[in-house]
Structures are given as C-alpha cells and as structure tokens.
C-alpha cells in the first residue's frame, strides 16, 4: 500500500503535463492494485495411485518417458519441443494448446508445471508422477496434482473441476497398469 501511496504522489505532480500523462498514471495505479483485487489463492491437491505387479523399474520404462503420456493418456499427441528428457525440457500436448516444463526428475519420478498463458488466469498447475517400489516384484505408481482452484465460482464449481481431473488421471493409472503388466 506504501508503494501505491507513493506512486500515486508522483502521478498527481505529473498530472500537471497533460493527458497523456494522467492517463499513463491511472493505467500504472490501476495495474498495481491489481494483486490486490485478485481472490486469495487456493490450493488443492488430487492424490491418486494404482498397485502395479511388476517391479518399479520395469514399470518406468514402459510408462515413464516424458512423452509416454501420449500411450497412456487417451492417445494425447505429444511433442517435445526443446530439451533433451532431462530438466528443463517442454513437451508440448493437444497440438500446442498445453505446454508442460519438467522442473524435477529422480530415477523413476518427474514433476512438471504449466506455464502462465498470456490473459488467462494462472493456476500454478504441477503434477508429479513417480513409481514406487513396494516389494521387489510389486510397485505402486502415484500421481499428484497441485493447482490453485480460486477462479471457480463456488464450491460447486471447484468440486466438479477437481472431480473431473481425478476421473481423467485415475484412467490414465487403469492404462499404465494394463500397459505395465501386459493385459
């Protein structure tokens, strides 16, 4: 608010310099109270897994591969466009209308965020995909997402977007397992 305060002094010893100058100081007082107008975030997470009888590893290899979603995510196009598979690399899905980063990676896991887009609300979308060892001939495979639900315009709403994406990725588990086990 200080800051506001102070930058608005400035704008009114400037307004003195005509009409343009007023409008520039509104348009700059009005794009910095912005922040403060927008909802509090609100944060959920979906948790999801499927047990898996294979080996983790062996689990991996068939589903784990960046672009592995295009298998197992209702035959979604997948395109890496920069990168090398490591961090930092982004795929691009649905013919170029979703980017995704990879920002975290271990041996049998990887975490990826959605980019802010131009004039749309960002909901800091991450999910993470990993898969677990549970004994040496069994494993699990867990998928989690993470965004910021404010946008919606109740609880209702919220509820139904959320249940949505579980519906989505809990199928997208019933395929890795048909894949990973051979069915």
């Known amino acids: 608010a200080g800051q506001i305060v102070g ?10 310099g005509g009409a343009v100058n007023k409008l520039v100081c509104s348009l700059a007082l009005a794009l910095l109270a912005m922040p403060a107008l927008a909802a509090e975030p609100e944060y959920a997470t979906l948790r999801m897994e499927i047990d898996i009888a294979r080996p983790a590893p062996e689990v991996w290899a068939k589903v784990g591969k960046y672009c592995d ?76 997402l993470m965004l910021d639900v404010s946008d919606k315009t109740d609880q209702a709403a919220k509820d139904a977007d959320l249940a949505r994406r579980r519906t989505m990725f809990e199928g997208a588990l019933k395929k890795m397992k048909e894949i990973s086990e051979g069915k």
């Open 7 to 16: 930058r608005k002094a400035r704008c009114q010893a400037r307004e003195e």
């Open 69 to 144: 979603i295009s298998v197992w995510f209702n035959n979604l196009d997948c395109k890496i466009t920069s990168g090398d598979g490591g961090i930092g690399t982004v795929r691009v899905l649905a013919g170029g209308r979703v980017a995704e980063i990879l920002v975290a990676q271990t041996e049998l896991s990887y975490g990826y965020t959605q980019p802010a887009r131009m004039g749309e609300f960002y909901n800091l979308y991450h999910g993470f995909m990993e898969a677990r060892p549970v004994t040496a001939q069994s494993s699990k495979v867990i998928y989690t």
